[in-house]
Structures are given as structure tokens and as C-alpha cells.
């Protein structure tokens, strides 16, 4: 199993410039989520889907659109890239439908610039 | 509002020596408390977690953490670091029930021989 995959690894994106970041698990695991890290900040939540079909706002959603295209797959979109938005983007999952009290399985990371 | 606090931005420790790195939650109830260790440019791997019962949680590469009510304290010790334990240590608490998550700003460890 490859666990949680993430592609691209890295991008650079001028500013305005739109993009999707993707990710896929194969441990058929109902939720998943989209973080993002930045220095002496942690990572923070940016959306959230408890099962396919559904997603909801984290703690900084804007900016971004995600889709839940089927049970394996999780996209993050920018739509109009700006500085403010250049940071690592972590997605992870977890077995249970809505669940926030479960282990996270984290896939390596997009490293995002944005010029 | 909850919230996760962990004061030390980077520890630097003797290999063989003792580790503890310190996780502070602010919430009203007992939430899910979890570590999870990221080395350098990695994902996150979980250490361990707490959910409820025995307050001292063991989890892998011989890390455990002791959940302490009377302090609102999860902080994670290692009795003796290996130079591959050198990486950033994130603590996180869910709520018990609801759909909120959050990470601390993580602990940068540095491992010298």
C-alpha cells in the first residue's frame, strides 16, 4: 500500500495563477483532510471531508476549493494564487466518517511558492 | 476557544540523554491529545495517543506521555535520544465530540553527539 499520496511535490505558481493540488489514499479510509504548514504556526486545517460527497471549512479556508471526487481522492484548488498562499500542504486520513479523535495518516507534502 | 500550546520552539539534547518536551491544551473537557513526529521533509507519523483510561501512554520508537488533568498537560519524554530522533514533534487535541483539530507550533529537536 502506498498509504497517502500526494502530487505535485513541488510547484511554483505566479501570482494569480491558478492550481489543483491532488491526493489519493488506498487504505480506504472515510476522511480526509487538507493542511497547510507555515513557520512557527503548525499546521493548520484548511478543509475537511467526513465522508465522500461532503466537505467542510476548516480553520482557513480562504482562498481555496476542495473536492471530494470519490472515496480515494481529495483535491485541494487555488484559484488565484497569491504570496500569502506559499507554504506546504500536508493531506491526510483517517478510517472513520467525521472523525477528529483518530489517527491521521499524512502523505509527504506539496511545497508550494507563489510569486 | 481550545487551544494547544507547546513553549519550546527548539531543545537542543546530548545523545543518550533524557528528552521531555511539553504540550499545554486549553479546553473544557478532556480532549484526544496526540504526538506526531515529522522529520525533515516528511509527513507526519503518529507517536501516540490518549484517549482516556491509564494517564501514562507509551507509543513507538520508545516514546510515551503522560496525560496530567490537574495541569492540562500531554508531555511526551524519551529516556534516553538517539541522534534519528532528531525531527520537529507536533502535540494536537480533538475535541471529544464536534469536528475540531489542532495542532501545537511544534518542538524542533536537535540531537547532538
Known amino acids: 500500500n502506498a498509504g497517502v499520496t500526494q502530487t505535485p511535490k513541488f510547484q511554483v505558481l505566479k501570482t494569480g495563477q491558478s492550481m489543483t493540488l491532488q491526493c489519493a489514499q488506498d487504505?480506504?479510509?472515510?476522511?480526509m483532510y487538507w493542511y497547510r504548514q507555515d513557520p512557527g504556526m503548525g499546521l493548520r486545517l484548511i478543509y475537511y471531508s467526513a465522508s465522500e460527497g461532503t466537505t467542510d471549512k476548516g480553520e482557513v479556508p480562504n482562498g481555496y476549493n476542495v473536492s471530494r471526487l470519490n472515496k480515494r481522492e481529495f483535491s485541494l484548488r487555488l484559484e488565484s494564487a497569491a504570496p500569502s498562499q506559499t507554504s506546504v500542504y500536508f493531506c491526510a486520513s483517517s478510517p472513520r466518517q467525521g472523525s477528529f479523535q483518530e489517527t491521521q495518516y499524512f502523505g509527504p507534502g506539496t511545497r508550494l511558492l507563489v510569486l | 476557544a481550545q487551544s494547544v500550546t507547546q513553549p519550546d520552539i527548539h531543545i537542543t539534547v546530548s545523545e543518550g540523554a533524557s528528552l521531555e518536551l511539553r504540550c499545554n491544551y486549553s479546553?473544557?473537557?478532556?480532549?484526544?491529545l496526540f504526538w506526531y513526529v515529522q522529520s525533515p521533509g516528511q509527513g507526519l507519523q503518529l507517536l501516540l495517543k490518549?484517549?482516556?483510561?491509564?494517564?501514562l501512554v507509551q507509543g513507538i520508537k520508545g516514546f510515551e506521555a503522560e496525560f496530567k488533568r490537574s495541569q492540562s498537560s500531554f508531555n511526551l519524554r524519551k529516556p534516553s535520544v538517539h541522534w534519528s530522533d532528531a525531527a520537529e514533534y507536533f502535540c494536537a487535541v480533538g475535541a471529544p465530540t464536534g469536528n475540531q483539530f489542532y495542532f501545537g507550533t511544534g518542538t524542533s529537536l536537535t540531537v547532538i553527539p
Open positions: 490518549y484517549f482516556s483510561g491509564d494517564t
Open positions: 479546553y473544557g473537557a478532556t480532549p484526544y
Open positions: 487504505m480506504n479510509h472515510n476522511s
